[in-house]
């Protein structure tokens, strides 16, 4: 079976490695354009196109699908199946409907559920305690079609969203292996979502990821966690960008929220509710990452100080 894979960045990247070394025929991969990438801005490939090239397949790289040039691609490539990984691209519906076998897309939550961008990093966000990986098949509308299979899996308290997606993208290439060889032997099964249970959420920006100390520690928590490691939760003080890479839910307080309530061996800040948070580590503006008891010995914050005042 001809397999066009289409993906773009390292948790896409996980799928292809295995349809590779399981032997798929892979007749070509669609990633995203290259894009400048560290201080100096350098023209970089995504991590899909660089696998794909380390291993003999073609690559293209359409900026979109609306001149046509990329679905002639398609159809010279002649795939049966279309596979796509977290590619970042709609795809119109004479390419959906091209592939004899259709094509089928690896989303990470548990559809309806988080349809849309960054469903890993909401679902950390909101608080959730699972989530998963969802085989579906594509038709027009965004994370909508007949779900083929789901596999679910617990989130950890102190989980991050990077330790998250990697965990996920490996249970979605094992479950897109699962479903292309029930796809092939035609037992694959096809369940119509529930609409009305549909969830959306929107891609991250970093504006996001400033922490809002009026809410709960346990919301805050997930903040941090769900942003790590980008954008990265941040708060200003003295006027400068402070990351938090970890916190932890502390206790409670009668103190405003965003008063610095510990400034010793420990950064305690009050939240809403009557709760407060412990700012474990940071990457302070201009500075290396550090415990934030290192942050303190070189910069006073004193005790009654109120983040965002």
Not at 184 to 211: C, D, F, Y
């Amino acid at each position: 079976m001809k397999i066009l894979f289409m993906g773009t960045p390292d948790y896409a990247a996980v799928t292809l490695d295995r349809l590779i070394k399981a032997g798929h025929n892979i007749c070509g991969v669609f990633a995203q354009p290259d894009k400048p990438f560290g201080r100096k801005r350098v023209l970089t490939p995504p991590p899909v196109k660089q696998l794909a090239q380390e291993n003999g397949i073609s690559v293209y790289q359409p900026e979109s699908f609306k001149d046509g040039s990329a679905f002639e691609i398609i159809k010279e490539l002649a795939p049966e199946l279309i596979v796509v990984v977290a590619y970042g691209k709609i795809l119109p519906r004479e390419v959906l409907d091209f592939p004899r076998l259709g094509c089928i897309n690896a989303h990470a939550s548990l559809l309806p559920k988080y349809r849309g961008a960054a469903p890993i990093q909401w679902a950390i966000i909101n608080g959730e305690e699972k989530t998963g990986v969802t085989i579906q098949y594509m038709d027009s509308g965004i994370d909508t079609g007949d779900i083929i299979e789901a596999v679910e899996t617990k989130i950890g308290a102190d989980e991050t969203a990077e330790e998250l997606f990697e965990r996920l993208s490996l249970i979605s290439a094992d479950l897109t292996l699962k479903v292309i060889d029930d796809i092939t032997e035609g037992k694959a099964s096809r369940t119509p979502q529930n609409h009305k249970e549909a969830t959306h959420v929107a891609i991250i920006k970093k504006e996001m990821a400033q922490i809002d100390f009026s809410k709960t520690a346990s919301e805050v928590h997930n903040a941090v966690r769900g942003f790590y490691s980008w954008p990265c939760a941040f708060f200003f003080l003295n006027g400068k960008r402070i990351k938090v890479t970890k916190a932890k839910v502390y206790g409670s307080t009668n103190e405003k929220s965003g008063t610095v309530i510990d400034n010793t061996d420990k950064f305690i800040i009050a939240c809403g509710n009557g709760t407060a948070i412990e700012i474990v580590s940071v990457i302070p503006e201009g500075a290396k990452p550090m415990s934030a008891a290192s942050m303190l010995k070189g910069n006073s914050v004193p005790i009654g100080t109120v983040i965002g005042e």
